[in-house]
């Protein structure tokens, strides 16, 4: 059966298809890489954060430092995704569906915290709100803490998460036209029953996929959190910060306990991009056999 | 409802795509837009439904004022070349959308949406595909229904972009037909865009040639293809052959022959372009009625009941092509290198345009 299958591939291949045991020889390698780079640390988390057992597990992540840098990394997350889940959209539907000046300007601006490191882009907030930044006196005056506090750390995480929900919904949503949502408004649906009833089904895995990367990315951004929190222990610490500073006081099975959070949040979305990667060729490939 | 078209206008850019034009759609018949890609068509049908909005202009429906009425008040059903089904939608869904989506006032119930998507599903004979999705449908039952959602919410007018244009020869055919009896049952009243004349010719009741963003002429199908109004319509409708010529105070004088021409009767020894359409070209073995010019054949195709033949002009450097039925090249008895007699048993000269 197998052999069947590889005879066929040989064929249908031709001249271009490289011998047996180089294309073993490739996978090798390239499975070797990946379980040297990538799996064996992913394991020695787990094994290192559970090296003294469940229970100095459990009491690690039930320690109240490391329980309110959970909580401020959820918190985090969840003003952040649903703000660039609005902007992505927004944004997407301006950029696929209109044709506008300055479009390709935008699609670069969206782009930006892809390309500035993530201290720069937390430096930016600290000059921008920080005490001797612009913003700083006036917002000391009045009380406001920006800069070493919550406010500041969901600034600059949602400046590194912007571009990931948009990115993903720009070609799904080019590839699919506009010629729906013109029908769907012949038919007499306004606005909103237009985005609800005919965009967002077809969009709703790019959506998915989005937001999910957008988390992942949210909960663990380390450099741009690292220059605006201040590491206030109990306070302004994130989850990758409670990591480094459990790491640096030698507490390695805490440090891998609570650094295994991070790790299962990443197992989670690798399995539902997977899912939603696969749902979403589906939809791109009916889009396209429709044209 | 009637449609009036005031001097509408267009640019996309740099490209003006409708220059100042004007029409009249009277309620109830069925327009064809006819003309090649650029021509305006599919801008206009899309301004007609407000997905597009003119620079300069107006539209009016039944004598109202409807330039800046919203797609959603037009009442219009649009149907789109590639068929923009809803594809996550099943068939009934599909259909159903344009009466789920209504006001909540003058949305019907539930079982009247049902009776009348099914009343929909029997008149595109698509009763059994309810359940379907718009990937599991053919091209041509895609199109009907794209037809029944359009139709669903009872428009007013009926636009259709390009209907047939992506399927295939056979379906196109008979979806046409189909198109031509459902108008004459339901009488909407309908614009479709095409640029396939034979479609236009077997559909409409009537035709507008558009090219390069104007009208170059309208009229029943008899009208419009047994007198063209100008070259271009000439050119487009059906193929033709091209004689050049001088033409002075009424009388035509081509290569070889001379014709009559009452319309150019101010003409002064004008350079002229005589248009004749192939069936209009009549093969003869003497030149008996004289006006005859000698030809000899160089190919013959037979297509169906007739008989096409590429005819070698006497001065040998030009070809021109004629039409027969079967029956009179076999009583011909055509060969080819048969030497022949051609006699255009029509003709319409136009005075050449020195603009081009």
């Given at each position: 059966?197998?052999g069947?299958g590889l005879?066929k591939?040989?064929?249908?291949g031709?001249a271009?298809t490289?011998p047996?045991?180089v294309?073993?020889?490739?996978?090798?390698i390239?499975?070797g890489f990946?379980a040297l780079?990538l799996?064996l640390?992913?394991a020695?988390?787990?094994?290192?954060?559970?090296?003294?057992?469940w229970?100095?597990?459990?009491a690690?992540?039930?320690?109240?430092?490391?329980?309110?840098a959970?909580?401020?990394?959820?918190?985090?997350a969840?003003?952040?995704?649903?703000?660039?889940l609005f902007f992505?959209i927004?944004?997407?539907?301006a950029?696929?569906?209109?044709?506008f000046?300055?479009?390709s300007?935008?699609?670069?601006?969206?782009?930006?915290p892809f390309s500035v490191?993530?201290?720069v882009?937390g430096l930016i907030?600290?000059?921008i709100f920080?005490?001797?930044g612009?913003?700083?006196?006036?917002?000391?005056e009045?009380?406001i803490?920006i800069?070493?506090?919550?406010?500041g750390?969901?600034?600059?995480t949602?400046?590194?998460t912007?571009?990931f929900?948009?990115?993903?919904?720009?070609?799904?949503?080019e590839?699919q036209g506009r010629?729906?949502?013109?029908?769907?408004l012949?038919?007499g649906?306004?606005g909103?029953?237009?985005?609800?009833?005919?965009?967002?089904?077809?969009?709703?895995w790019?959506?998915?996929?989005g937001v999910i990367?957008?988390?992942a990315r949210a909960?663990?951004?380390?450099?741009?959190v690292?220059?605006?929190s201040?590491?206030?222990?109990g306070a302004t610490?994130?989850?990758?910060?409670?990591?480094?500073?459990l790491?640096?006081?030698?507490?390695y099975?805490a440090a891998?306990?609570?650094?295994?959070?991070?790790?299962l949040?990443?197992?989670v979305t690798l399995?539902v991009?997977?899912v939603?990667?696969?749902e979403?060729r589906q939809?791109?490939a009916?889009?396209?056999?429709?044209r | 409802m009637s449609?009036?078209?005031?001097?509408v206008s267009?640019?996309?850019?740099?490209?003006?795509?409708l220059?100042d034009?004007?029409?009249?759609?009277?309620?109830?018949?069925?327009?064809a837009?006819?003309?090649?890609?650029?021509?305006?068509?599919?801008?206009l049908?899309?301004?007609?439904?407000?997905l597009?909005?003119?620079?300069?202009?107006?539209?009016l429906?039944?004598g109202e004022?409807a330039t800046?009425?919203?797609v959603?008040?037009r009442?219009?059903?649009f149907?789109f070349q590639?068929?923009?089904l809803f594809r996550?939608m099943?068939?009934?869904?599909?259909i159903a959308f344009?009466?789920?989506?209504k006001?909540?006032?003058?949305?019907?119930?539930?079982?009247?949406i049902?009776?009348?998507?099914?009343?929909?599903?029997?008149?595109?004979?698509?009763e059994?595909?309810?359940?379907?999705?718009?990937a599991q449908?053919?091209?041509?039952?895609r199109?009907r229904v794209?037809?029944?959602?359009?139709?669903?919410v009872?428009p007013q007018?009926l636009?259709?972009?390009?209907?047939f244009?992506a399927?295939?020869a056979?379906v196109?055919?008979?979806?046409?037909?189909?198109?031509?009896?459902?108008?004459d049952e339901?009488?909407?009243?309908s614009v479709f865009?095409?640029?396939?004349?034979e479609?236009?010719?077997?559909?409409?009741?009537r035709?507008?040639v558009m090219?390069?963003?104007?009208?170059?002429?309208q009229?029943t199908p008899s009208?419009?293809?047994?007198?063209?109004?100008?070259p271009?319509?000439?050119d487009?409708?059906?193929?033709?052959?091209?004689f050049?010529?001088r033409v002075h105070?009424?009388?035509a004088?081509?290569?070889g022959?001379?014709?009559s021409?009452?319309?150019n009767?101010s003409?002064?020894?004008?350079?002229?372009?005589?248009?004749?359409?192939s069936h209009?070209?009549?093969?003869?073995r003497?030149?008996a009625g004289?006006?005859?010019?000698?030809?000899?054949?160089?190919y013959l195709l037979s297509?169906?009941?007739?008989?096409?033949?590429?005819l070698?002009?006497?001065?040998?450097d030009?070809s021109?092509?004629?039409?027969?039925?079967?029956?009179?090249?076999e009583r011909?008895?055509?060969?080819?290198g048969?030497?022949?007699?051609?006699r255009?048993r029509?003709?319409?000269?136009?005075v050449?345009d020195?603009?081009?």
């Open positions: 059966m197998v069947e005879h591939i040989e064929r249908k031709g271009v490289e047996a045991w294309r073993s020889l490739l996978i090798a390239a499975l990946l780079f799996v640390p992913l020695a988390v787990f094994t290192q954060a559970l090296e003294k057992g229970e100095a597990y459990l690690a992540l039930k320690e109240p430092d490391t329980i309110s959970i909580r401020l990394t959820l918190i985090t969840a003003v952040c995704v649903p703000l660039n992505g927004v944004a997407a539907w950029i696929a569906k209109f044709s000046p300055g479009k300007f935008l699609i670069t601006l969206i782009d930006l490191s993530p201290v882009s907030y600290v000059l920080g005490l001797q612009w913003l700083g006196p006036w917002l000391q009045h009380d803490k800069i070493f506090a919550a406010p750390i969901i600034l600059a949602i400046f590194v912007f571009p929900i948009a990115r993903e919904l720009i070609p799904l949503m590839s010629e729906e949502e013109e029908a769907a012949t038919l649906a306004n909103l029953q237009t985005f609800f009833r005919v965009t967002f089904p077809n969009i709703k790019g959506i998915l996929y990367l957008c988390n909960m663990g951004e380390f450099g741009a690292s220059v605006v201040g590491h206030v222990r610490n994130t989850i990758p910060l409670q990591v480094e500073i790491y640096n006081e030698y507490s099975a891998f306990a609570v650094a295994s959070l991070l790790a949040l990443a197992l399995a991009k997977t939603s990667e696969w979403m939809t791109i009916a889009a396209e056999t429709e | 449609i009036e078209i005031e001097a267009k640019s996309f850019g740099t490209f003006a795509a220059k034009v004007s029409l009249k759609v009277p309620s109830g018949e069925l327009v837009l006819l003309g090649p890609s650029g021509s305006g068509k599919t801008s049908l899309r301004i007609i439904a407000g597009e909005s003119p620079d300069s202009g107006r539209i429906f039944d004022e800046r009425r919203q959603q008040e009442q219009v059903g149907v590639h068929y923009a996550h099943t068939v009934f869904d599909n344009g009466l789920t989506v006001p909540r006032k003058s949305r019907p119930g539930k079982q009247e049902r009776d009348r998507v099914h009343n929909l599903l029997k008149l595109i004979q698509l059994n595909l309810a359940d379907r999705y718009p449908l053919s091209g041509g039952q199109q794209a037809l029944a959602r359009a139709l669903a009872e007018v636009l259709l972009d390009e209907p244009g399927l295939d056979k196109r055919l008979e979806l046409r037909r189909w198109l031509r009896r459902l108008h339901i009488h909407v009243t865009v095409t640029h396939d004349q479609e236009a010719l077997e559909v409409a009741d035709i507008v090219n390069g963003g104007r009208i170059e002429q009229g009208e419009v293809y047994d007198r063209p109004a100008t271009f319509v000439y487009f409708l059906g193929s033709v052959n091209l050049h010529g105070e009424g009388t004088q081509m290569a022959f001379r014709v021409s009452p319309e009767a003409a002064h020894d004008a350079p002229a372009v005589g248009y004749v359409r209009d070209i009549a093969i003869e003497d030149n004289s006006g005859g010019i000698k030809a000899e054949v160089r297509v169906g009941a007739m008989v096409r033949a590429d070698a002009l006497n001065d040998g030009r021109i092509e004629a039409e027969l039925p079967r029956e009179e090249a011909l008895k055509l060969k080819v048969d030497h022949v007699y051609a255009p029509k003709m319409r000269v136009f050449e020195y603009q081009i």
